[in-house]
């Protein structure tokens, strides 16, 4: 495979171009071999230790986004977007979890299972005794914005408009989708699309406080 790097221009273009979306033009679809590289781009996201404690649930159907849409303060985008992914992170983490990886690294790298038990244990002894106070449920959850960062990001590359919510009630979500049952809980909607004509944010300039002021080098 040939690499053809992003010029440096070509990101910031995006990045600029890019906003949180308010309104969608409900009438667009994004074409089915753009959001197949959006949905890559939400496996190929990286997570600490490669664990991957995530699964993202792209809902189709309308009549069920109308109904996710009143357990989300009534935002009108979860059903004029033309996708909506609700990012959600395994519970109970644990033995399980790292050994589901694991097998999953002997088969996709065509090696002994045994052979990654040392990178195995490493993992267990992270979740069982983590070196830090940490919550599982809260480390999953960064592991899921990670992903979110590089869906967001894929979509700009794209000319794809997202918005990120959080603006919705997890366990009305969880419920009507009954991801508990699944072992999965939502963390974090977003949605993808297209732009409205009519949504006055797209033109508004970006409020960043100056790059001096967020980026400090230490030598």
Known sequence: MVYAPTTPDQVLQQLNWRYATKQFDPNQTIPDDVWAALEQSLVLAPSSFGLQPWKFFVIRNAELREQLKAHAWGQAQVTEASHLVVLAIQKDIGTPTVDRFIDRMAEVRQVPTDSLAGYGNVVKGF?????????????????????????????AMLGIDTCPLEGFDPAQFNQVLKLPEQGYGAVVLCVAGYRAESDKYAVLPKVRYATEDVVGYID
């Open 127 to 155: 979740l069982e005794k983590p070196p830090y106070p940490l919550e599982m449920d809260a480390w999953a959850a960064r592991q899921v914005y990670i992903a979110l960062g590089f869906f967001m990001h894929s979509a």
